[in-house]
């Protein structure tokens, strides 16, 4: 069922939604700057969701984290590098290039 069905409540939808609807080009210059140097651009955004760009220099390591309070979708534009992932007793490392997603669980390390 897609998320436009009017016959499901969903969670959250006592929220007041936007009545707009966002276009927004890839700005030039990052919003902010992660401590691991990824330049972060904030995109589209609604009250439940929220896409942003994020770039990390060649040769650069990000340092490991783990999101309390989200869960983040990632899609390769281009370049390509590992993306190591934990969750309990489950660990991956995922070759990323062009072309592959990647969903990071509420909780997850990585």
């Known amino acids: 069922m897609h998320r436009g069905s009017d016959d499901v409540d969903w969670p959250g939808d006592e929220l007041q939604l936007k009545t707009g609807f966002d ?6 210059a990052y919003d902010a700057l992660a401590p691991d140097g990824s330049e972060i651009r904030l ?5 439940r969701a ?7 220099a060649p ?11 989200v869960e983040e979708l990632w899609y390769c534009l281009e370049g390509g590098g590992q993306l190591w992932r934990r969750q309990g007793d489950r660990e991956t490392v995922v070759e990323l290039a062009p072309g592959v997603s990647v969903s990071i669980p509420l909780g997850a390390r990585f």
């Open 50 to 56: 929220s896409m942003v760009h994020c770039s990390l």
């Open 59 to 69: 040769g650069r390591v990000s340092i490991a984290v783990a999101h309390r309070t």
């Open 23 to 28: 276009f927004l080009e890839l700005p030039d």
């Open 43 to 47: 995109l589209a955004e609604t009250p």
